[in-house]
């Protein structure tokens, strides 16, 4: 099992720029997530969603969107891409009842 | 919305010192999760906690949620350099049944000095 894998792991973008972020995860969970890091702090949920097809909104989902095809992708889109966007950003994904495992993250820097 | 609160933010112990971490949260806690976090790397699960006065512990890493469910607890005993790290206590708000939309606190940053 490779787990949750993402990528890339370094990206750096100009501002108004898009991009996708991709999460994959091999576990069969129906569960999966999208946080954000900023430096010094905890994390912040941006999106989840509990199966195919079905996403919400977490706790910072302004200038992001998600998408759910399959149970195994769960991409993240920023469409124009801002400063306060910088951040080190993780997927994660999860059983029902049972604990999150988390991908390895991406960088991501706007200037 | 729920808030979670750890203390201390950082923290520097020779090794072999025991040492505990706390984690508060303005609500009652339905889940409460500890990770571990690697500098620049992913999370590590270490353990969940759901009842009332439940303890886990897992070789020297002991974890406690206290009776009412809104403070928790990572006790570390005899630290080595493997225990650096930064941890994370997440919460589990319950608005939404097994979908654990956590809220995370900001961190203890842990240093173990030789």
């Known amino acids: 099992n490779a787990g949750v894998t993402q990528t890339p792991k370094f990206r750096i973008l100009k501002i108004g720029q898009s991009m996708t972020l991709q999460c994959a995860q091999d576990m069969n969970h129906n569960y999966m997530y999208w946080y954000r890091q900023d430096p010094g702090m905890g994390l912040k949920l941006i999106y989840y969603s509990v199966g195919a097809g079905i996403t919400d909104k977490g706790e910072v989902p302004n200038g992001y969107n998600v998408s759910r095809s399959t149970t195994e992708d769960f991409p993240l889109r920023l469409e124009l891409a801002a400063p306060s966007q910088t951040s080190v950003y993780f997927c994660?994904?999860?059983?029902?009842?049972?604990?999150?495992?988390f991908g390895p993250g991406t960088r991501l820097t706007v200037l | 919305s729920q808030e979670l609160e750890q203390s201390p933010q950082s923290l520097i112990v020779q090794e072999g010192k025991n040492l505990t971490i706390n984690c508060t949260s303005s609500?009652?806690?339905?889940?409460l999760y500890w990770y571990k976090q690697k500098y620049g790397e992913g999370l590590i699960f270490l353990m969940m906690?759901?009842?009332?006065?439940e303890e886990k512990s897992h070789e020297k890493i002991t974890a406690k949620l206290d009776e009412k469910k809104q403070q928790s607890s990572l006790h570390i005993t005899a630290s080595q350099p493997s225990h650096a790290g930064i941890y994370l206590c997440g919460a589990d708000g319950g608005e939404v049944q097994g979908a654990q939309k956590l809220v995370f606190g900001q961190g203890t940053r842990l240093t173990i000095n030789p």
């Open positions: 609500k009652t806690l339905y889940g």
């Open positions: 906690l759901q009842k009332g006065g």
């Open positions: 994660a994904s999860a059983r029902l009842w049972n604990e999150q495992f």
